[in-house]
Each structure stands twice: as structure tokens, then as C-alpha cells.
């Protein structure tokens, strides 16, 4: 079993910064993990994946220049720092495992995974 916590989320303003913490712990690691969102009456959207293996990062075009993925491997948590944050970023923001047979770019744009975390909800509004 593997666990991951996301923490972090909140209301910002239109143009602020947050920062996300998804604390990952288990029996099984996983060098690949990504970060998705969903809002209100949307699909899910993969936003970005960090592989630890050898620090490749991939984002989603609708993030692309505002947000930064990274990971502390000592402490299994990964990040999410996002900038210039804009109204259509409201929404729930979840962590995820990436199996290994999957390339961060596929994994965008097809976010499948078999761990979740339980979401933390970001609301940007002024």
C-alpha cells in the first residue's frame, strides 16, 4: 500500500503563489509522481510529473511557465509551487503514483495511477 497526503491548499488571490506538499509513504516507491486537478463539472487534468530517477519534469501547456515541480527525496514529498496563479486554476488539486511504463508526457495527458491522495482544494479569487 502507498499513501500520499496533499497539503497546502487554500484561497489566493488572482496573480498569488501557493505552494503544494504531497507526503508520499508506503511499502512500494515510486520514482514518478504527478500532480492533476479537477474543477466543478470538469475531467480531471494532468498538470505535471517529476521523474526522481533522473529529475525530468514535464507540464501541462495550461501551466507551462507558472508552475514548478520538485521533489525532496529525503523526505518523499513532492511539490507543487505555483505562480501567477489566475481564476481557472480553482480547483481540487491531487497527487498521484506514475507507474514506471509510463512517459511524464503520456501521463499528462492520460492521468491513470494507482495511488490518489484525498485532494486539497485551491480557490482563486480576489
Known amino acids: 500500500q502507498v499513501q500520499l497526503v496533499e497539503s497546502g491548499g487554500g484561497l489566493v488571490q488572482p496573480g498569488g503563489s501557493l505552494r503544494l506538499s504531497c507526503a508520499v509513504s508506503g511499502s512500494k516507491y515510486y520514482a514518478r509522481i504527478g500532480w492533476t486537478r479537477q474543477a466543478p463539472g470538469k475531467e480531471r487534468e494532468g498538470l505535471s510529473c517529476?521523474?526522481?530517477?533522473?529529475?525530468?519534469?514535464y507540464y501541462a501547456d495550461s501551466v507551462k511557465g507558472r508552475f514548478t515541480i520538485s521533489r525532496d527525496t529525503a523526505k518523499n514529498t513532492v511539490f507543487l509551487q505555483m505562480d501567477s496563479l489566475r481564476p481557472e486554476d480553482t480547483a481540487v488539486y491531487y497527487c498521484a503514483t506514475v507507474e514506471s511504463y509510463l512517459l511524464p508526457r503520456m501521463w499528462v495527458s492520460y492521468p491513470i495511477a494507482d495511488y490518489w491522495g484525498q485532494g486539497t482544494q485551491v480557490t482563486v479569487s480576489s
Open positions: 517529476i521523474d526522481s530517477s533522473d529529475g525530468m519534469t
